[in-house]
């Protein structure tokens, strides 16, 4: 159920120090968190259907992964480091809001999501078209009433 994969996530992690490894780190709480964060913000701005179809890494798009795997790295430095300094590190800081940052930009048009052939995700949920009005004088009359009594 993540949506960036353990290189999206090792793109933005570095330990230099020998801290920790990314292979010793129990990345699901991050990324759990890491998903309903991103899911939960482009809500309005992607159909539900195409949330939904980000199931795993392979099936999101490479710049939503890319988000994901930032708030995951920044979680994980973090909570990495929160012993050593009881302050949010900055580079934590800086990780968590470039990626808030470019979910705002998402939402606001500015920066498009592509999907793995280059091509923009076209069907977003802040488009509307002719089905979003049903029903109208194409269809067919009520099937039931108020008044009608059943079983």
Not at 59 to 66: E, Y
Not at 96 to 122: F, S, W
């Amino acid at each position: 159920m993540a949506l960036a994969s353990l290189d999206d996530v090792r793109h933005w992690l570095t330990f230099s120090d020998g801290k920790l490894s990314l292979e010793e780190v129990d990345t699901s709480g991050p990324q759990i968190e890491a998903q309903r964060l991103v899911k939960s913000l482009l809500s309005g701005t992607f159909t539900t259907a195409q949330l939904q179809s980000w199931a795993n890494p392979d099936a999101t798009p490479p710049l939503i992964r890319n988000v994901s795997g930032e708030l995951v790295a920044a979680y994980i430095y973090r909570d990495a480091y929160s012993e050593d300094d009881p302050d949010v590190t900055k580079y934590a800081q800086q990780l968590y809001d470039e990626a808030l940052a470019k979910i705002a930009e998402i939402r606001a048009g500015t920066l498009i999501v592509l999907d793995e052939n280059d091509v923009p995700l076209t069907e977003t949920a802040l488009e509307m078209g002719a089905d979003d009005f049903w029903a109208d004088d194409s269809t067919e009359g009520p099937y039931f009433t108020m008044g009608q009594q059943f079983g």
